[in-house]
């Protein structure tokens, strides 16, 4: 069993990785999004 | 060299397996710029001279290296681990990116058709292969959703890159200085990034060995008995056939996305709502979006349907849809926008869904380095795609044809294909048992002696030594 630190800073390992790729992968999603708007302007 | 030694990329035990992904993104949403190379085309042209047909050289050597280095370095990443693949690549695709600020600075065409081309094409292909072995490891439930969210990643990066790199190029100016400036920033930006990959990526332990089995025990189908080597899969009729299946609907989507603006426009050019350049860049917009959701939406239902049934769907509702837009394409905008919005999305699904259905054929042992190898059937295709389009398209403009009839012949091509295609997908069998690896340890489902990452160390270890003493022998040095 792992102490409640250990899960702790595993959580937040988790949480920053998916972060890291997240977000840049959000910002293209939006612009990809305004892009596609286009198409029922 | 400790850090990148195989044995020190071995999770400790706890090891979160929902960290391998992010990992696997790391390099695959930056490795996927080469997407975008299309924003660097017209200030490169301007500011060095060059035609259009030259510009795009860096980007089509890139895309030939990619197939080749993953077909050729193949079983050295495997043998070597995803750590070192990502770190080669990472060194490869960022030095790549420096090489062209150097040319570009220098005005030397040449120096970046060779530093992006060559050597960053040499990444682009080490770090498309590096994470899927892996992946597939730690999740043997469900590695069609696994490698979807890897190649996902191939697709978003690009959606990134551009914005971004256009962004760059208005701040610092389309000039040379510019242009270098831009390509230095990529390469130290993306150097940061895909070191997270490095660093994060992870091997399954002994302990998650036992996990396994428990993860396996509702999912008899999902467990994979026997091994193939890369060498011996080669020899099959099933990377052969899947090789065609790949070719074909890869050839296919291309086919869409290759003319998509223009097409949207030419087919509703007569009729009573046609269709703005602006709003087809939109059309462009919504086909990577369904590019890149296909990616992760079919791989993972593959999990549940199983590999040939979910090509059954992309090359057999692929073709019906060709079907519909050839007939009823020209009628509705909605219809011949969902339809085309379905073929990128099984077109990108392809991509995504092919190394698990390798790892069922063929099982785990060197599943990167049998996928490097079919990754040539993408380069055939890259190049047979938009030779069909484009050349259909010329011809018919000059015989005078408009709209929809431009592009009739290519469809009927692209559903030849794709028929071609779903009869391979057909007569995949599973591989003769002679072909399989004497010993599968940690993959029969059973408790193994060794852990999947020590047995697969072991194999390669006994595969290196008969290698070295075949070549002894052939020198004469070493008589058997």
């Known amino acids: 069993m792992s102490s409640p630190q250990e899960s702790r800073s595993s959580t937040l390992l988790l949480a920053g990785a998916w972060l890291w790729v997240g977000l840049p992968l959000a910002y293209g999603l939006y612009r990809l999004f305004l892009n596609a708007a286009k198409l029922f302007v | ?480």
């Open chain 2, 1 to 480: 060299m400790g850090f990148l030694a195989r044995e020190r990329q071995v999770a400790p035990p706890g090891w979160n397996r929902w960290l391998v992904p992010p990992a696997a993104l790391a390099i695959h949403l930056s490795i996927g710029q080469a997407y975008a190379w299309s924003v660097f085309k017209t200030p490169l042209e301007k500011s060095l001279g060059i035609t259009g047909t030259q510009s795009a050289l860096p980007f089509q050597l890139g895309i030939v290296m990619l197939g080749l280095s993953a077909a050729v370095l193949g079983t050295t990443v495997e043998r070597r681990g995803p750590r070192w693949a990502m770190l080669m690549s990472l060194i490869a695709f960022c030095s790549g990116l420096l090489i062209s600020a150097a040319g570009v600075w220098a005005g030397q065409y040449w120096v970046v058709v060779l530093g992006y081309g060559l050597v960053g094409g040499i990444g682009l292909g080490i770090g498309y292969i590096s994470p899927v072995s892996t992946l597939i490891k730690w999740f043997p439930d469900r590695p069609g959703m696994a490698t979807g969210i890897a190649i996902m990643g191939f697709g978003g990066g690009a959606l990134i890159a551009s914005p971004w790199s256009t962004s760059m190029l208005t701040a610092f100016g389309a000039t040379t200085s510019g242009i270098g400036k831009a390509f230095l920033v990529h390469g130290i930006a993306y150097a940061v990034f895909m070191s997270v990959g490095v660093l994060l990526i992870r091997l399954p332990s002994r302990e998650f060995t036992a996990e396994k089995v428990a993860l396996l025990k509702d999912k008899p189908k999902a467990n994979v008995g026997f091994n193939v080597s890369a060498n011996n899969a080669i020899k099959t009729p099933q990377f052969w056939l899947l090789w065609v299946v790949l070719c074909f609907n890869v050839t296919a989507g291309i086919g869409i996305l290759e003319k998509a603006a223009p097409m949207l426009v030419d087919f509703f050019k007569e009729s009573s709502t046609p269709v703005a350049a602006t709003a087809a860049t939109g059309f462009v917009a919504l086909l990577s979006a369904a590019n890149m959701a296909g990616r992760f939406v079919w791989s993972s239902t593959s999990d549940i349907v199983g590999r040939k049934n979910i090509y059954r769907l992309y090359l057999g509702v692929g073709a019906l849809l060709y079907l519909v837009l050839l007939t009823a394409g020209s009628t509705s905008t909605p219809l011949f926008v969902i339809a085309a919005m379905v073929i990128l999305s099984f077109y990108g699904a392809g991509f995504a869904t092919v190394p698990a259905y390798l790892r069922d054929l063929f099982g785990t042992y060197q599943v990167g380095a049998i996928h490097g190898r079919l990754l040539t059937a993408w380069s055939v295709a890259g190049v047979l795609g938009p030779l069909i389009v484009n050349a259909i398209a010329d011809a018919g403009k000059k015989a005078g044809h408009v709209g929809p009839d431009l592009y009739a012949t290519s469809f009927y091509i692209m559903i030849s294909l794709l028929v071609v295609g779903f009869v391979a997908n057909e007569l995949i069998r599973p591989v003769d048992p002679k072909f399989h690896e004497p010993e599968a340890a940690g993959e029969t489902g059973k408790p193994s002696p060794k852990p999947d990452d020590e047995a697969t160390v072991a194999k390669w270890n006994e595969a290196e030594a008969a290698e070295s003493a075949d070549k002894e022998d052939a020198e004469g040095v070493v008589k058997k």
